[in-house]
């Protein structure tokens, strides 16, 4: 169990994705465990922060909800510079997202922090019957282009505490010290110059 000023990381994470996919629904799951039927689109963005105990350490995220609108595009890189990880997220009703999604990808690998533990969510699994996009297409996807991939819902909470605890898990080994962007080790001193436990910004 994780002591509080013995392992604490800071992670800057932002979520990217077409307007409407959800993540600023995913957000107030993870963070508040509620869902709204009518979730008012982001405008710029919205920051909020949340907490995880994940094994032997506490994760504290800060999280940057972007967004989706095309006309707030060029924001983005304010948000995904410099973050730990990025949840890339589109709503498996619609083909457009996840187009829209891939393109997100590709942006991150070429402009974003080369150490950044990226996830693809397919949100709005609880619409089974609307499905346009297979979960195999995406999982495909994701493994080409080293993302994780969950399916999603902020409506029925599946998954999404999930997802992040997966990025919590997976972020100390994918920031060594060396590199440092976008996370700190607070209260840790002594292990700032071990490669493998994380980093400072
Ligand atoms: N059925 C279902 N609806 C969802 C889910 N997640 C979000 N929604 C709905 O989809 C709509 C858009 O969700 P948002 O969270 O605002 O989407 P967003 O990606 O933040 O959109 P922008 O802020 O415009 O980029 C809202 O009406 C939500 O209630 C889900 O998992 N299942
Ligand atoms: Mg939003």
Not at 42 to 62: H, R, Y
Request: hydrophobic fraction near 40%.
């Amino acid at each position: 169990m994780a002591t509080i000023g013995n392992n604490n990381l800071n992670a800057k994470l932002v979520l990217l994705g077409d307007m409407g996919a959800g993540k600023s629904s995913l957000v107030l799951r993870f963070v508040k465990g509620q869902f709204l039927e009518f979730q008012e689109s982001t405008i710029g963005a919205a920051f909020f922060s949340q907490t995880l105990a994940v094994n032997d350490a506490t994760v504290k995220f800060e999280i940057w909800d972007t967004a989706g609108q095309e006309r707030y595009h060029s924001l983005a890189p304010m948000y995904y510079r410099g973050a730990a990880a990025a949840i890339i997220v589109y709503d498996i009703t619609s083909t457009e997202s996840f187009t829209r999604a891939k393109k997100w990808v590709q942006e991150l690998q070429k402009q974003g922090n080369p150490n950044m533990v990226m996830a693809l969510a397919g949100n709005k699994a609880d619409l089974e019957e609307k499905r346009k996009v297979t979960a195999e297409e995406a999982r495909v996807y994701a493994e080409e282009n080293g993302l994780f991939f969950m399916e999603t819902s902020a409506k029925t909470a599946i998954n999404v505490n999930d997802i992040f605890y997966e990025i919590a898990k997976k972020l100390p080994r994918a920031q060594p010290a060396q590199n440092p962007t976008g996370m700190v080790l607070a209260d840790r001193p002594a292990e700032r110059s071990q490669a493998a436990s994380c980093c400072s910004s």
